[in-house]
């Protein structure tokens, strides 16, 4: 909708749009009952109204409970325009407002709360209302990223590092320098010679199940995803393999782990990784067991990470990779820096190379932990 233009509007403007819009229907996006009703507008408010030849498709208006929080006192689109990216547009103009005005995050109360999922918003706790069969979910979108610590989760690439056949095949070389450019600006060009399976790095399904997604298939919203960690790394040593019991004590203490996470099983063999002889180790280091891998997967993970070289070890047939992969899971070996965010809760940021038929790839892994004032 490229003629479609957002503009601020004044409180009058709003409730006469309000009043006389046609609005969409209940299963979509919409305020709750209570929010209805314009007597109860705040007086500390500011609307935005979406139109298109100059006719008014929709608005939005914010409320400003909070010096650090603006809440989405009321949306409404016009029932005929319900498919379009009106709501998405509006959305963004109050997003782009909290942005510049510093208000770090953007709240809404809703019975529909699938709908703002959509857009960003994460539910932060439910309340009752009078219909049982319709309850209210408070929304929250954060705005700004100060209110996140970054960890790096990576291991650098070097022609030394750890790798499963012994030699990692990577270098980098520079092929053209400073000195070599004729041009008033100067450059440094590298190439780069590497296996894919390098350093902290992903697996596509495809790596072990024949025509699966490979790594440019992945979805990405698959690769920003809450994390968890289950840390043995206080009973770990070469043989140990994560079991199910591991799971369950996890999940007895912090609860079931959730849809959509990415699980990481933390034995502490990073600690060895400057070390590679001992960190490779005759490929014999802390992995997982089928069963806890068979377990792991009811929960609808996105994938699993470990910070070995491998969820297997090379004295079994790699079932672990069978059975994650094989349900179109991504796997991440090598991961560092667990023990920062341990303990902590927040996402991971997973994000490889975009290779066509490709089945592995280097990425660079980001914890996100939310900041607790």
């Known amino acids: 909708m490229k003629n479609c233009k957002i503009k601020l ?12 819009i046609s609005t969409i229907p209940t299963d979509s996006i919409s305020p709750t009952e209570a929010d209805l009703c314009h007597e109860k507008d705040p007086i500390n408010c500011l609307s935005f109204a979406a139109y298109v030849d100059g006719e ?4 939005i208006t914010l409320s400003f409970p909070y010096h650090t929080n603006a809440n989405i006192h ?3 689109i016009d029932k005929n325009w319900c498919e379009s990216p009106v709501a998405q547009k509006l959305l963004m103009a109050a997003e782009n407002y909290c942005y510049e005005n510093d208000y770090p995050s953007l709240t809404v109360k809703t019975n529909h709360p699938e709908e703002y999922e959509k857009y960003g918003f994460r539910p932060l706790f439910k309340m009752h209302t009078r219909d049982q069969e319709l309850p209210m979910a408070c929304m929250q979108k954060n705005i700004r990223l100060d209110d996140f610590t970054f960890i790096d989760l990576t291991h650098s690439l070097n022609a030394t590092i750890p790798n499963w056949d012994g030699d990692c095949g990577f270098s980098h070389k520079i092929k053209t320098d400073y000195a070599d450019c004729e041009t008033e600006s100067k450059f440094r060009v590298h190439k780069i010679n590497m296996h894919a399976g390098i350093g902290t ?17 992945i979805p990405i919203q698959s690769l920003i995803s809450p994390y968890r960690i289950i840390d043995v790394s206080d009973r770990a040593h070469e043989c140990y393999q994560v079991s199910t019991l591991d799971i369950e004590e996890y ?3 912090y609860g079931l782990i959730p849809k959509g996470a990415f699980v990481i099983f933390y034995t502490g063999w990073d600690k060895f990784w400057d070390y590679p002889e001992k960190y490779r180790n005759n490929l014999i280091f802390p992995s997982l067991s089928k069963e806890a891998a068979n377990k792991i997967l009811t929960r609808n993970i996105v994938g699993i990470g470990i910070d070995t070289l491998s969820p297997d ?18 796997i991440i070996e090598n991961i560092s820096n667990v023990k920062k965010i341990r303990g902590k809760s927040g996402y991971i940021i997973a994000l490889p190379l975009k290779i066509e038929g490709g089945t592995e790839s280097p990425i660079r ?3 996100m932990i939310k900041n607790i004032p």
């Open 74 to 76: 009321r949306i409404e």
């Open 365 to 367: 892994l980001v914890g």
């Open 313 to 330: 070890t090379a004295d079994t047939d790699f079932p672990v990779h069978q059975i994650i992969l094989n349900a179109n899971k991504y």
């Open 9 to 20: 509007i004044d409180k009058a403007d709003a409730v006469e749009i309000y009043r006389t």
């Open 56 to 59: 008014c498709l929709g608005a």
């Open 201 to 217: 790095h992903m697996d596509a399904p495809a790596h072990c199940i024949a025509g699966a997604m490979g790594i440019s298939d």
């Open 251 to 253: 999940e007895n203490e």
